[in-house]
């Protein structure tokens, strides 16, 4: 009887294959500029159009293939860099698996022309769907030119999946920046749709970090240094005063190759502990040099996680290294300690008087004046736009007392009058009133991230111009990936009550804002949005207002930890229950919940 089991044919192998390697236009710009540089070369030019959809370009001035290796690079397996299976141990180049090229031919129309020297001559061979074409003696500088041409052409699925141009654009710049950053004396430079995105000039180290992630860095960056037989560790990392509260400035590379590795983040992350915010992130470009036995780079297809045989030492190094350069740099007394975050445990000393702790709590109910300690008002928050009306909302009465959840149909009274509430802050992020049913318990950053929220789509909606024009418009310099996000984003973002406008290469310019958003924290801010938009990107099923709403609403809001007095408790509560949805905040968390009188009755039954 006849077997069931057929052999794919090679393109078929190469397709399934080309899965695991290209994923997306960026991985073919990673793969053919790792193959630039395993060339030598010393100049690389990228060329994209509609983000790497339509075409991928990367040419380089490297060593070339001679007319065999420029028909058999094509095929699976064909690499020059190893030959045996023990060579996987020692590689020093970027590739090694001879998968990236058979992968990409598998999936797109492919051009390449290169010229070896001293060959006068070159070679021009045009592959479709992993098919030689046609193969000529062309005339081409020294080097290797490949084209890329409507990448999945064959495989609609895959080209179903591509996102946005935007979102591919930037994927393809920070995959470049991540080579960029470890190989300064390679030139780089990013074509899109004819526009220039970059240019990297070859340059030092810290210099190529300010080319690729902004002059605001230049005053900021700390040396770093340490060398010990298992690893040498290298590179630079950000003054606390410069780290931000979202991602895209954290690298690691090992030996030269850029990889994620959360466990080395936390080492990181815990070196600056004591003297940073725990939202904020430290900036890093750090290097490990090391045996290549003693770690995996087979363990992942696109290569950016690796195996490390020690990686506890490694850890324990990497954290004391960091730590010995932010006190080197004797950063820690310049610091102020922000009370926000800090945990309060009393570190008692020798002949300190014990005291009852201390409460944040309106200053009318407190008996205990002189230790209420609160910061300076932020109310300007949302002063405005108070809803002088708020107890109407609530009145009526709940005779069954069997309120669960605060919901507006309810109409529990609060008890307290007007002006007069009385609120209470607890550990600085909850926020409790008597109503008739109970204790409500707000959750304060929940509660202003509904009410900037709502704001934000009415805004939206009635085309409202921005609540505040700035006196002074703020610059503000982006990196290049987040420069194409705003790029994207802009006009949604101004019908929210921004004014905003690019200003020259990767700098933007902010004109006005909504009343939301307070002055001196425009640039967090921004940033923040664009972090918060690129997390909610992949999500269809919401609309770009909405996302960006939420964006805002999560960058802008109070945050735990502040104190609040009992002026902006009443105004924060008001504003709330003026929306249309108080329940719940925009990703649908519980805002409020009562703590009913018999719960608390039954608490304290003896
Ligand atoms: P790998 O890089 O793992 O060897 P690839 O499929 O990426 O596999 O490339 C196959 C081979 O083609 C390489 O080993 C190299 O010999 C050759 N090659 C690819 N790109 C270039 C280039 N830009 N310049 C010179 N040779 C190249
Ligand atoms: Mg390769």
Not at 504 to 509: A, D, E
Not at 512 to 536: A, H, Q, R
Request: charged share 25%; hydrophobic share 35%.
């Amino acid at each position: 009887m006849a077997g069931i089991i057929n052999i794919l044919p090679d393109n078929v192998a190469n397709q399934i294959a080309a899965g695991e390697v290209i994923q997306r236009p960026s991985s073919v710009v990673k793969e053919l500029i790792e193959n630039s540089i395993d060339a030598e070369a010393d100049s690389i030019t990228v060329v994209v159009k509609d983000a790497g959809k339509t075409l991928i370009q990367v040419i380089d001035n490297g060593k070339g293939m001679s007319e065999t290796d420029a028909r058999i690079c094509w095929e699976r397996h064909a690499t020059s860099k190893i030959k045996s299976a023990n060579d996987l141990f020692a590689i020093q180049t970027m590739g090694f698996r001879g998968e990236a090229l058979a992968s990409i031919a598998a999936i797109s129309e492919v051009q390449l022309k290169t010229r070896q020297d001293p060959e006068e001559v070159g070679t021009q061979i045009r592959i479709s769907g992993s098919k030689i074409v046609s193969n000529d003696p062309a005339a081409c500088p020294k080097g290797t030119n490949i084209s890329v041409k409507n990448l999945f052409f064959n495989v609609p699925a895959r080209r179903k999946f591509l996102k946005t141009n935007s979102t591919e654009l930037r994927h393809i710049i920070n995959e470049i920046h991540h080579i960029a950053l470890s190989h300064p004396s390679i030139e780089f430079s990013l074509l899109h749709n004819n526009s220039q995105i970059f240019n990297l000039p070859k340059t030092s180290l810290r210099q190529r970090i300010i080319n690729v992630m902004g002059k605001n860095l230049n005053q900021s960056l700390i040396n770093l240094r340490s060398e010990t037989s298992l690893v040498n560790i290298s590179g630079f990392i950000g003054k606390p005063e410069y780290a931000k509260k979202t991602y895209g400035e954290q690298f690691f590379f090992v030996n030269g190759r850029y990889i994620r590795h959360p466990y080395f983040h936390k080492a990181v992350l815990q070196a600056y502990e004591q003297i940073l915010h725990p939202d904020a992130i430290p900036a890093y470009i750090i290097f490990f040099e090391m045996d290549t036995n003693k770690i995996d780079i087979n363990i992942h297809p696109t290569k950016t996680e690796i195996k490390f045989e020690d990686e506890k030492a490694i850890w324990q190094i990497l954290n004391a290294v960091v730590r010995e350069s932010i006190g080197k740099h004797n950063l820690s007394p310049s610091l102020s300690f922000d009370k926000e975050g800090i945990i309060d445990i009393p570190v008692l000393r020798k002949n300190t008087e014990i005291s009852a702790p201390k409460i944040n709590i309106n200053q009318d109910y407190n008996p205990f004046k002189e230790e209420i300690h609160s910061e300076k008002s932020h109310a300007g928050y949302y002063r405005e736009e108070r809803n002088q009306n708020w107890e109407a909302l609530f009145q009526g009465n709940n005779k069954n007392g069997k309120t669960e959840k605060f919901l507006p149909e309810d109409k529990t009274t609060i008890e307290a009058k007007q002006g007069s509430g009385r609120f209470m802050q607890l550990k600085n992020r909850y926020i409790l009133t008597p109503v008739r049913s109970g204790l409500m318990v707000i959750d304060q950053k929940r509660a202003h991230e509904r009410i900037i929220y709502e704001k934000a789509l009415k805004s939206q909606s009635e085309n409202k111009i921005p609540s505040q024009k700035l006196l002074f418009p703020e610059m503000i310099e982006l990196n290049a990936p987040d420069f194409v996000t705003f790029v994207e984003i802009k006009q949604a973002i101004n019908k929210l009550g921004f004014e905003t406008e690019e200003f020259g290469k990767n700098s933007i310019i902010v004109n006005g804002t909504p009343e939301t958003v307070k002055n001196s924290d425009i640039k967090t801010i921004i940033d923040e949005i664009l972090e918060e938009y690129k997390s909610l990107e992949s999500d269809t099923s919401l609309k770009m207002v909405d996302k960006l709403a939420r964006s805002l609403a999560r960058a802008s809001a109070i945050p735990y930890g502040k104190v609040l007095e009992n002026e902006e408790m009443q105004i924060l509560v008001d504003q709330l229950f003026a929306c249309a949805n108080p329940n719940y905040s925009p990703v649908g968390k519980p805002v409020i919940n009562i703590i009913r009188t018999e719960e608390i009755e039954k608490i304290l039954k003896s």
